[in-house]
């Protein structure tokens, strides 16, 4: 039960802004088909098995629901970068300018 919670509020906090984010960067950039396919593979390996290690490690999805949220710990770093999918994703997230400023 708790983990379901725990997953649940990963996915509120973590995932689904991560999705967000990087679908507006796709448009923004007017990226090729092949980007976009490579972030969507990443996305799905890496998601079900940040869902379940949040389930299984609650501090953990917390200590990363709080270091996303105010910008400590960069989302790209959840991603596997020895994946070359995920590589793109992890380029993509990282880009310059990306991110708001916190204040």
Excluded: Y
Excluded at 35 to 45: H, W
């Amino acid at each position: 039960m708790i983990a379901d919670i725990v997953a649940w509020i990963f996915t509120l906090f973590v995932v689904d802004p991560l999705h967000s984010e990087m679908r507006q960067n796709l448009e923004r950039a007017n990226a090729p088909v092949q980007i976009v396919q490579q972030s969507q593979q990443c996305l799905a390996v890496q998601v079900p098995a940040l869902i379940e290690k949040a389930g299984n490690e609650p501090g953990w999805a917390i200590a990363t629901v709080i270091g996303i949220s105010t910008g400590w710990t960069p989302p790209e770093q959840l991603f596997d970068s020895e994946d070359l999918n995920c590589r793109t994703l992890r380029g993509l997230l990282g880009a310059p300018g990306t991110h708001e400023a916190e204040g």
